[in-house]
């Protein structure tokens, strides 16, 4: 058919000419004798089962120990609260709507007379909910944020669960706590000295 | 008739038109933005100045420009009037420091304010605007004052535009609200805190372009963008009222009722109160089918339009087929054509 055509296969040139032309030797003596390449490899394995108890480990004990995470890693949300310990959620919708896998969910709720100085502005979020098996931790929602209310930590990533009900993450597991110690490293970080009013505030 | 040229495309207009309802026959992007004008409210318009075009004809027997930027929306054409909006960069530039202007006093409260979505000054700042602000001083405060049980007042975000004020002049027999003090304390006030209690006092939630008065039954309930318009009509008792709505739903819940609105966001027909307010259940309305929103805006995220009556399928078969087919006709599926 090729021949017909006016072309043979050896016409057909390399693109690249990167292709290598595999050359079959015959087999050694020792190649052919087996049982040197057995010990050869197995001499290796032995390598590599004594080296842990020589050199670095490359296991760690996870619970207890853990890797380092990238400064840009996103992990589990945060909802951050201001520095005289509101929280900065205004319930705008502008995460949800940015949110590609829609895993954000929301109501929304008038302030009223006396809660001034549990949230910032005039509307505040009744209930904030991130569907944590939706999620897939992009970000866009952190970016979305006017209020810089929402982030995603570097630091904790969603656990695993038995239900999955217990992946829809509500206000009191987002919503960061108002003791500033045990607060998030992400967004608008406090000062040592707000961070020390606050404290006195709430003794 | 007079024969303009908008933008460098002519167009033949009735005499008495302004500039910008030449523009609007034209319709595309080479629109003026408005903000006070509305076509239903006689003598609105000439308050905001975001519709300012360069006239660089005056006409065809007195061809000098005109001196200054002048508001399309109050300016009538003249035959051979030569009007420059999108490809004048005076006319951008001014438009910018417009946008600057109304967003002096504005507060940036979008995150709060439930107009955010169908806001004109946000499309309008989003279009025109600069994204930074060069005003450092306080911006004007209002002490809140309760205008009543469905209507919600935002002073604060007011523009002036005396939209409300026109619709309570020209709709309502007795007005009970207006525009008190002046300049930069002026404000829209009932006299002595009236309850507004006209059937037709609804309707200035849907003129008002900005958040300033809002739905109170509404208020903070939804995002806009997260409800889905649906075109809606009821047989109506009052009179002047049609009962053509566009309901609001989220889920099966009709969360909110507006008049319909064009693409220039103007009421087509007023609503009275009892459609606006009482009605908020499926039951009460002959649904139509969803309201068309603009691509372009948020509104129309996730929202699906489906056309309502597909193309029908004339198959070519022999006559015998056909013949076959009337005398024994196949069940008909869905009820688009009775």
Aim: one cysteine or more; proline letters at 6%.
């Amino acid at each position: 058919m090729l021949h017909k055509l006016g072309m043979t296969e050896t016409t057909m040139e390399s693109l690249s000419k990167r292709a290598k032309v595999l050359e079959k030797k015959p087999m050694t003596l020792a190649e052919r004798a087996y049982l040197p390449a057995i010990f050869q490899g197995l001499s290796i394995t032995m390598q590599h089962f004594f080296r842990a108890a020589t050199k670095k480990q490359v296991t760690i004990r996870y619970p207890e120990e853990t890797r380092p995470f990238s400064p840009v890693f996103r992990g589990l949300h945060v909802l951050k609260r201001d520095e005289k310990g509101r929280e900065r959620c205004t319930a705008c919708g502008l995460c949800a709507v940015a949110c590609p896998a829609e895993a954000i969910t929301m109501v929304a709720g008038e302030r009223k007379k006396g809660e001034e100085n549990l949230y910032r502005e005039e509307k505040y979020a009744v209930s904030y909910e991130i569907n944590m098996l939706r999620c897939i931790f992009c970000g866009l929602c952190e970016e979305a944020c006017p209020k810089a209310a929402v982030y995603l930590q570097a630091d904790k990533m969603a656990p695993p669960r038995f239900e999955r009900d217990e992946f829809i993450y509500g206000k009191d597991r987002l919503v960061e706590p108002v003791t500033p110690d045990n607060r998030s490293k992400r967004g608008i970080q406090l000062t040592p000295e707000q961070a020390d009013k606050l404290r006195t505030q709430l003794v | 008739m007079a024969k303009i040229t908008f933008d460098g495309i002519e167009v033949e207009v009735p005499d008495g038109t302004t500039i910008l309802n030449a523009a609007r026959q034209i319709g595309g992007g080479i629109v003026p933005p408005a903000m006070c004008y509305y076509t239903p409210l006689k003598g609105s318009g000439g308050k905001c100045r975001a519709c300012l075009v360069k006239v660089s004809a005056g006409s065809a027997k007195d061809p000098r420009p005109m001196p200054k930027l002048v508001a399309s929306c109050i300016t009538t054409v003249q035959d051979g009037m030569v009007v420059e909006n999108t490809i004048n960069e005076q006319v951008m530039d001014v438009r910018k420091g417009i946008v600057e202007m109304l967003l002096i006093n504005h507060p940036l409260d979008c995150p709060v304010c439930d107009q955010a979505g169908e806001c004109s000054l946000q499309d309008f700042a989003f279009e025109h605007g600069l994204s930074t602000t060069r005003y450092e001083e306080e911006r004007r405060t209002f002490e809140k004052i309760d205008i009543g049980p469905l209507i919600q007042l935002h002073m604060t975000r007011c523009i002036l535009c005396y939209r409300c004020v026109y619709v309570a002049d020209q709709l309502t027999p007795e007005r009970v609200h207006g525009v008190l003090g002046r300049g930069d304390a002026s404000e829209i006030g009932t006299y002595i805190e009236n309850i507004i209690d006209n059937d037709f006092s609804g309707n200035v939630i849907d003129v008002c372009p900005v958040g300033a008065l809002t739905d109170k039954t509404f208020r903070f309930k939804q995002r806009v963008w997260f409800t889905k318009p649906v075109n809606a009509h009821r047989d109506c008792e009052t009179d002047k009222c049609n009962g053509h709505v566009t309901l609001w739903y989220k889920g099966k819940d009709v969360l909110r009722v507006t008049a319909r609105k064009d693409e220039y966001g103007e009421v087509k027909e007023w609503i009275c109160n009892t459609c606006r307010f009482d009605k908020k259940e499926t039951a009460d309305w002959t649904l139509e089918g969803p309201a068309h929103i603009n691509r372009a805006s948020v509104i129309a995220q996730n929202h699906y339009e489906l056309p309502v009556v597909n193309p029908q399928v004339i198959a070519d078969l022999p006559e015998s087929t056909v013949r076959e087919l009337e005398q024994n006709p196949p069940l008909r599926l869905g009820g688009l054509n009775n």
